[in-house]
């Protein structure tokens, strides 16, 4: 069964399975200790920080291992804000970034701090001008990815870094998507990665602070990891997560051309086959494993259902696929369409039949998904046309919306409007980018008795 959700977990790495094993029978000891069971460990554990730092591009000294990603950007941010408290409590963000850097800016927000998020555009970069004119003379941390975890937009880190550095703010870079395939470009200040993206065991995370970096640890202090991250090391995993990372490296050069060369096809057969179809995301600048497309009048939720029943593990970020009812905040701040969306990560090794097969299996998928709810398959114009309508969807989720809307857009004149009422959070971003690919005009948003009324006039 092909697996391409590796943006959410790569496949456990073959060396990172021969190391752990290896560090089960050798790493069990208190590192700590000096007799020689704890010197041994100590030794295993001193090795993994070398590997790492050096894939890294930082000193030994300067990086820690946390109990996850998650845990690294936590520590990272709230240690650096810490750290720099004289200076102020504003920090600087991206509008894309993890759900772990957006929930830490909102407790800081909470705490009394404040947060500016900058904007993207649809590629899903930051434009590092406007970036800059984020930094204020209290920032004391400014925050950017460098490649997005849904649409594999790498973002401009070098660019921004340097704004970072004139205007004496420190950069943390969540570089979990992208560590895998090389080091981080440009003078970051701090940095941090996830294992269990390049193919490393769960539940080890790792943190970088360059030296002259204010940072002040927070909560009860530890003796362990240079006090920045409490508790016994979970040494087997350790050592499991810098030798598969070492060995991705090694990998990575060939496998980036080769994964890179399907991902697009995928972005272009797509495009061919799949009508209605909306690939996001920066066609050069990306991330060589990762697409995401989003397909018109279709619920996210079967379509990926639909998929693992042909034997396909893919991802979404749709919102009739999450817990939140609300599309993801990346592709919403992007401005594209949210429904139907499907995230393709290929992990190493994919082979090029099954990307084929997904190729062939794909676009019957979404016909019959599109059937089912009664999507159109064209818009015909009625033979009398009335001066406007009012859609009632309210109380009705994506994609129907918007199915509602392509269903009656050819019943109006050219120049007539048609007004959808929805309170679906999805509508909001969905109708618009329904009007830009079927080139109608959007004309605005109103307020209703019940959600809003989404107002768009006929063009052709």
């Known amino acids: ?43 295993l554990l001193d090795a993994a920080r070398e590997a790492a730092a050096d894939a890294v591009g930082c000193r030994p000294d300067e990086l820690v291992f946390t109990s996850s990603g998650t845990t690294a950007v936590h520590a990272g ?61 209290d920032t004391a941390l400014a925050c950017l990815q460098s490649a997005n975890h849904e649409v594999g937009t790498e ?11 004139e205007a ?56 362990r990891e240079s006090g920045r991250a409490p508790g ?51 066609p050069e600048r990306r991330l060589p494993h990762l697409v995401t497309f989003s397909c018109l009048y279709v619920d996210g939720e ?18 009739c696929t999450s817990s939140t009812l609300e599309p993801s905040h990346v592709l919403k701040a992007m401005g594209v369409l949210s429904e139907g969306n499907v995230r393709v990560s290929l992990p190493p090794g994919t082979a090029e039949a099954d990307v084929d097969r997904f190729l062939e299996v794909l676009p019957g998928v979404v016909a019959e998904v599109r059937e089912r ?17 009012v859609v009632d969807a309210l109380g009705r989720r994506c994609p129907i919306p918007v199915i509602e809307l392509a269903r009656v857009i050819g019943e109006v004149p050219v120049g007539a409007t048609v007004t959808v009422l929805a309170d679906d959070e999805a509508a909001r971003l969905d109708i618009p980018a329904w009007c830009e690919m079927r080139e109608q005009e959007y004309v605005g948003e109103e307020p209703a008795d019940r959600g809003s009324a989404y107002v768009v006039r006929r063009l052709s």
């Open 168 to 223: 004496g703010v420190p950069l943390l870079v969540d570089a979990a998507q992208s560590l895998g395939w090389g080091p981080v470009a440009g003078g970051w200040s701090l940095l941090t990665g996830s294992a269990h993206k390049w193919g490393g065991p769960a539940g080890v995370g790792l943190l970088a602070v360059r030296k002259g970096v204010r940072f002040a640890p927070q909560g009860p202090a530890g003796e």
């Open 1 to 43: 069964m092909p697996y391409f959700d590796a943006a959410s977990a790569a496949p456990l790495h073959p060396v990172a399975r021969q190391a752990l094993l290896a560090a089960l029978d050798e790493g069990w000891a208190d590192p700590a200790r000096l007799y020689r069971e704890g010197r041994r460990a100590r030794l």
């Open 155 to 165: 973002q401009p880190v070098e660019e921004v870094a340097a704004f970072c550095a």
């Open 232 to 282: 016994f090391e979970n040494l087997p995993a350790i050592v499991a997560a810098a030798a598969s990372l070492r060995a991705v490296r090694d990998e990575a050069a060939a496998e980036a051309v080769r994964l890179r060369a399907l991902v697009g096809r995928i972005r272009s057969v797509v495009a061919e086959r799949v009508g209605d179809v909306e690939v996001v995301g920066d």
């Open 77 to 137: 941010i709230a240690g650096a804000l810490s750290g720099r408290r004289r200076v102020g409590r504003h920090m600087a963000l991206s509008a894309v970034e993890h759900s772990s850097v957006l929930h830490t800016a909102a407790a800081h927000e909470a705490a009394g701090g404040s947060f500016t998020e900058v904007p993207v555009e649809r590629s899903g970069a930051v434009d590092p001008a406007t970036y800059a004119t984020a930094l204020r003379p």
């Open 373 to 389: 709810l009664g999507a159109p398959v064209s818009v015909a114009p009625s033979p009398a046309p009335v001066a406007s309508l």
């Open 302 to 319: 079967t379509l990926l259902h639909e998929l693992d029943r042909h034997g396909f593990s893919v991802s979404s970020g749709s919102s």
